[in-house]
């Protein structure tokens, strides 16, 4: 996949999720409560959502290991 690809991907499920919770937070369905805390919980989770819907780690173990260890040998 070429670099470029990478990056339209990128933005592409971030916006989408941004998308979403921007609007479910205009909409009022929101707690009033929440602060930083529950935001991160909540990005976390909706990036959770949207991304492992499609391609979840149990249904390609191997390359979900090697991706584990690409991660920690990277640093990133």
Excluded: C
């Excluded at 916006?15 to 937070?25: A, H, P, S, Y």
């Excluded at 929440?34 to 949207?50: A, F, P, Q, Y």
């Amino acid at each position: 996949m070429k670099v470029q690809t990478k990056i339209d991907l990128v933005e592409e499920i971030i916006g989408t999720v941004q998308k979403d919770m921007i609007e479910n937070l205009k909409k009022g369905k929101v707690p009033e409560g929440w602060d930083g805390v529950e935001l991160r919980w909540w990005i976390s989770d909706k990036m959770k959502n949207v991304v492992q819907n499609s391609r979840h780690p149990v249904e390609n173990r191997a390359r979900y290991s090697d991706y584990i260890n690409d991660r920690l040998i990277g640093g990133f």
